[in-house]
T-cell receptor
Framework: DAKTTQPTSMDCAEGRAANLPCNHS???????VYWYRQIHSQGPQYIIH???NNETNEMASLIITEDRKSSTLILPHATLRDTAVYYC?????????FGAGTTVTVRA | EAGVAQSPRYKIIEKRQSVAFWCNPI?????LYWYQQILGQGPKLLIQ????????DSQLPKDRFSAERLKGVDSTLKIQPAKLEDSAVYLC???????????????FGPGTRLTVL
């Protein structure tokens, strides 16, 4: 029962911004949007989360549309170390349901 | 700050054998999770503990999997007997509040890669 839809894969150039889309058209009013990433052979790592407003931290920015049906994770200056699987998750409690995510490959 | 610790990192066993994984969460984190990640898929929640009580074990195959969190700190996940389809990475995660305040940042350990032959 996937709540989010993400592209299977995407490439981006090192030093450029990477924009990762996520559709969550059935999101409810009290559900947060979370982004995690998983670098090869490591556990998932929290990136950012948001409810309604756009958010920014040292890793990324999260842009949520006004109707909250979609969002975009922005990595402002992608590096080779950002190559990973990126998961977009919506949740209002403890349960994080991971889909297959987007495999992002940053190329030199 | 120390992260979530797991051991062993790798384990190879024959089917029908038993295996146990250990997890030590971040100090002060009340909530502990075990996930199973099959190759090519996202992690799937097996069980969640709040302190030493089980909150959710609906996805845990209870005929062969068991987990405990004695004293509300570290935890053990056991499989007995193992099947071929149990080959996966077993991830442990912890969080401060487990989503009690509507927001839930989980910190993951490196995982244990299990191969069942």
């Amino acid at each position: 029962d996937a709540k989010t839809t993400q592209p299977t894969s995407m490439d981006c150039a090192e030093g450029r911004a990477a924009n990762l889309p996520c559709n969550h058209s059935t999101i409810s009013g009290n559900e947060y949007v979370y982004w995690y990433r998983q670098i090869h052979s490591q556990g998932p790592q929290y990136i950012i989360h948001g409810l309604k407003n756009n958010e920014t931290n040292e890793m990324a920015s999260l842009i949520i549309t006004e109707d909250r049906k979609s969002s975009t994770l922005i990595l402002p200056h992608a590096t080779l170390r950002d190559t990973a699987v990126y998961y977009c998750i919506v949740s209002n409690d403890y349960k994080l349901s991971f889909g297959a995510g987007t495999t992002v490959t940053v190329r030199a | 700050e120390a992260g979530v610790a797991q051991s062993p990192r790798y384990k190879i066993i024959e089917k029908r054998q038993s295996v146990a994984f250990w997890c030590n969460p971040i100090s002060g984190h009340a909530t502990l999770y075990w996930y199973q990640q099959i190759l090519g898929q996202g992690p799937k929640l097996l069980i969640q503990f709040q302190n030493n009580g089980v909150v959710d074990d609906s996805q845990l195959p209870k005929d062969r999997f068991s987990a405990e969190r004695l004293k509300g700190v570290d935890s053990t996940l056991k499989i007995q007997p193992a099947k071929l389809e149990d080959s996966a990475v077993y991830l442990c995660a912890s969080s401060l509040s487990g989503g009690a305040y509507g927001y839930n940042e989980q910190f993951f350990g490196p995982g244990t890669r299990l191969t069942v032959l």
